[in-house]
């Protein structure tokens, strides 16, 4: 596993470049582009259960689910920041990628700490101390497990008609 660290105020064209909006729309198309211009190594190097840590208003700027599709699709973990733009944690939950406001974590992460993140126990340990993070509402854990709001709201939708 690997984290990846960033400042504040990364937006979203910075995820994803505006420029391929119109033309990536799957996850394959996508990954080749995520963070192209904040950290060009991100899209060769990332690997499935990555963490991204970042400062505060991680994800402002335009509304755009590519950068939300392609980190999900690389199995980036988790995203830990001192704060999210509203648009961009409404996408998170949506798509089912865990996102976790902690700011006194990010700021106590250096360069090659060990990172693991206890959803249950609402922790995340960093170089061996431990940051509390509020508990994530039960809705937003069942939509993250089940993949996302749309394949949540088809189970729902089949257990109550069933």
């Given amino acids: 596993m690997k984290i990846w660290k960033y400042g504040d105020n990364i937006d979203t064209d910075m995820l994803f470049p505006g420029k391929y909006v119109y033309d990536c729309n799957t996850p394959e198309e996508i990954i080749p582009h995520l963070l192209e211009d904040l950290d060009s190594s991100f899209a060769k190097n990332v690997k499935e259960g990555d963490i991204i840590l970042a400062g505060k208003n991680f994800g402002c700027g335009s509304s755009r689910e590519q950068p939300v599709i392609g980190f999900k699709a690389v199995g980036i973990a988790a995203v830990v920041a001192e704060s999210f733009a509203r648009i961009f944690y409404r996408a998170s939950i949506n798509q089912g990628l865990l996102l976790i406001e902690c700011p006194d974590a990010v700021k106590a992460y250096s360069k090659g700490d ?42 729902k939708l089949k257990k109550n008609s069933g």
């Fill in 114 to 155: 060990n990172v693991s993140v206890d959803i249950e126990n609402g922790k995340i340990i960093i170089g061996g101390k431990a940051f509390s993070f509020p508990s994530l509402p039960g809705e937003i854990l069942a939509i993250r497990d089940a993949g996302g709001l749309l394949s949540y709201t088809r189970k």
